[in-house]
């Protein structure tokens, strides 16, 4: 379960707030930087310690899929609209709240065409009940912290687990 904190943006006040990440508490400060025309995060621990400054990237909002199948060891996931990458890239993406929970994930996933991506699956799932979303996002602490994911997206930032 994501933990949401609502941004509002300033240009002369920074936004704070206090995400939980691998464990531990720390203090987030968002300001805006004149010279670079864009949003830093700042994170520190709680005695003040500077841990990283990132440039605030946000993270597009996750697309509708129209179906998933399983065939032979491979996913189709269609989406509803064009994705918009390039066919035949490899992708990161997050595949969330199909069902059954066996086509759900983070994975690689080939672009096959403009809305199809294709990935590796040994164990079939079986037919899909329920037909989630495949979500592309900005980890801004990937790198920083092991088990912890801070996202940028629809305004806020979100931070899980």
């Known amino acids: 379960m994501a933990t949401l904190f609502p941004f509002t943006q300033s240009q002369t006040t ?35 310690t500077p841990v990283v400054t990132l440039p605030v990237i946000e993270s597009p909002v996750a697309l509708p899929l129209a179906s998933i199948t399983w065939v032979n060891g491979r996913v189709s ?31 690689l996933a080939y672009v096959r065409d403009p809305s199809t991506l294709v990935y590796p699956l040994v164990q079939n799932p079986g037919a899909a009940t329920l037909v989630g979303v495949a979500d592309w996002f900005v980890n801004l602490v990937k790198g920083y912290f092991v088990t912890s994911v801070l996202v940028f997206r629809n305004g806020q930032f979100e931070v899980s687990p």
């Open 14 to 48: 920074n936004f704070t707030f206090q995400p939980v990440l691998d464990g531990n508490v720390y203090q987030a400060s968002v300001n805006w930087n004149v010279a670079g025309q864009r949003n830093y995060l700042m994170l520190s621990a709680l005695d003040g």
């Open 77 to 107: 996931a269609v989406t509803q609209q064009p994705h918009g990458y390039k066919i035949g890239l490899t992708v990161a993406i997050t595949i969330e709240n199909c069902q059954p929970d066996g086509y759900n994930g983070a994975v």
